[in-house]
């Protein structure tokens, strides 16, 4: 295009950054976001594309270093980057990272997305050290807010909060009730994550309480769930 003296504009350049990550061509986006910077001011967009490509590709390690640069730059990075890295990190088991990340979106101003309330609950079945780097990292003075219900819930799911409490999962699902009556949407893998919760406590008769208002939300559970019931 500069060749013909046509001037890249933003969407061509989104879209040829695009290009090289989904062809996992790592290098070759590196260099052209740097050639980038020569030719105009890197706003969100442009980095957004690439945190969320590079976690697409796996490269998490890479994705946090442009966030960090992005941030410091004084640009408020989209909820789609803080999801995108989170997920990735909590499927590489790297849970002290991922609720470092929970901290800083909450300090630019931003919300814990249902999405990221998802992936967290998710994780929460599979492994204790989710909780246990909530516990380490997280600061959230008032017991009320959002992410503190959503700490319990990760803690009533993990099965380490159990140990402090036989009622627990009520207290899981009344915490829930009140996250739902706040804006937090629940969808499959929520409903999915709290039928398993109680079976993994062998609550067997909550389990299919919660899979039936599941059914009645047309949300059909996974066929993990299914051979669980």
């Known amino acids: 295009m500069q060749r013909s003296g046509i001037e890249p504009n933003l969407r061509s350049d989104v879209l040829m950054l695009q290009s090289y990550l989904r062809s996992e061509r790592i290098s070759d ?3 052209f976001f740097n050639d980038l910077h020569q030719r105009r001011e890197m706003g969100r967009r442009l980095y957004s594309t690439m945190i969320v490509g ?4 796996k490269r998490a390690d890479i994705a946090l270093d442009f966030l960090k640069e992005m941030r410091e730059k004084g640009v408020v990075p989209s909820d789609d980057c803080y999801e995108f890295l989170i997920q990735l990190l909590c499927w590489n088991q790297g849970y002290h990272i991922a609720v470092n990340l929970i901290n800083d979106l909450e300090k630019v101003g931003r919300h814990i997305t249902s999405f990221t309330g998802n992936i967290l609950l998710l994780h929460s079945l599979k492994s204790q050290e989710l909780y246990e780097a909530w516990v380490q990292l997280r600061q959230v003075p ?7 219900m959503l700490g319990l819930l990760i803690g009533a799911f ?3 909060v159990r140990r402090l409490s036989e ?3 009520d207290r899981a699902c009344a915490l829930f009730n009140k996250m739902c009556q706040k804006g ?8 999915d994550t709290l039928v398993q919760g109680f079976l993994k406590h062998g609550r067997t ?9 599941m059914y009645r939300n047309r949300f059909p559970p996974t066929e993990r769930t299914k051979l669980l019931i």
Not at 54 to 57: D, E, I, N, Q, R
Not at 142 to 148: A, L
Request: aromatic letters at 10%.
């Open 29 to 31: 986006a590196l260099n």
């Open 54 to 57: 590079l976690c697409k590709v």
């Open 142 to 148: 008032n017991e009320k807010s959002d992410s503190s």
């Open 158 to 160: 993990s099965g380490r």
């Open 167 to 169: 009622t627990n999962m």
């Open 184 to 191: 937090y949407e629940p969808n499959r893998w929520t409903y």
């Open 205 to 213: 008769s909550e389990a299919r309480r919660w899979l039936e208002v």
